[in-house]
T-cell receptor, first 113, second 113 residues
Framework: AQSVSQHNHHVILSEAASLELGCNYSYGGTVNLFWYVQYPGQHLQLLLKYFSGDPLVKGIKGFEAEFIKSKFSFNLRKPSVQWSDTAEYFCAVTQTGANNLFFGTGTRLTVIP | DAGVIQSPRHEVTEMGQEVTLRCKPISGHNSLFWYRQTMMRGLELLIYFNNNVPIDDSGMPEDRFSAKMPNASFSTLKIQPSEPRDSAVYFC???????????FGQGTRLTVV
């Protein structure tokens, strides 16, 4: 079955630690990839997206993600997290020709001051 | 544009009552999505519309759920009768189709007691 997998359910880090959140998908063909962030009590916001071109994508707030087609992965990274990065992070995928967003189950990030 | 607008922000209702959630997508967007978010199941797609037409409603949990999009600027999600297990945050999102990111509303927190 087609799916988006986020293997880390809850990640706890200290401030200034480096972050990498995993995202794998199982769709064939051309895909568009997204990371969304949901801060406590707020709605989902787009963090970054990949459509084509450079597989290393820069997003807002110092986040980046790398599309590795051979691994069907789109991991999110940040070199040094801050307390304000505490949130839930969702990976999402669309397929070319489709008109839908498939979400992973989300990863909760807690950053300890 | 004010973004995707959902109403109400919070709804508390008794089991068996009808609940109607409303969504106004971003002007010009031709795709609209309804999602449900729970702790147990994460973010689930319920239904999406393209050009006001329901494309995929396979995520609608059961017949108690129905969604309409009478025009390009308005959609409703109705639950009748509501049950406690329907308690969740319901998000509406809109986009310009598969090749654009979705923009989410603030969500409606539904509590069925």
């Amino acid at each position: 079955a087609q799916s988006v997998s986020q293997h880390n359910h809850h990640v706890i880090l200290s401030e200034a630690a480096s972050l990498e959140l995993g995202c794998n998908y199982s769709y064939g063909g051309t895909v568009n990839l997204f990371w969304y962030v949901q801060y406590p009590g707020q709605h989902l916001q787009l963090l970054l997206k990949y459509f084509s071109g450079d597989p290393l994508v820069k997003g807002i707030k110092g986040f980046e993600a790398e599309f590795i087609k051979s691994k069907f992965s789109f991991n999110l990274r940040k070199p040094s997290v801050q307390w304000s990065d505490t949130a839930e992070y969702f990976c999402a995928v669309t397929q070319t020709g489709a008109n839908n967003l498939f979400f992973g189950t989300g990863t909760r990030l807690t950053v300890i001051p | 544009d004010a973004g995707v607008i959902q109403s109400p922000r919070h709804e508390v209702t008794e089991m068996g009552q009808e609940v109607t959630l409303r969504c106004k997508p971003i002007s010009g967007h031709n795709s609209l999505f309804w999602y449900r978010q729970t702790m147990m199941r994460g973010l689930e797609l319920l239904i999406y519309f393209n050009n006001n037409v329901p494309i995929d409603d396979s995520g609608m949990p059961e017949d108690r759920f129905s969604a309409k999009m009478p025009n390009a600027s308005f959609s409703t999600l109705k639950i009748q009768p509501s049950e406690p297990r329907d308690s969740a945050v319901y998000f509406c999102a809109s986009s310009l189709g598969a090749f654009s990111a979705a923009f989410f509303g603030q969500g409606t927190r539904l509590t069925v007691v």
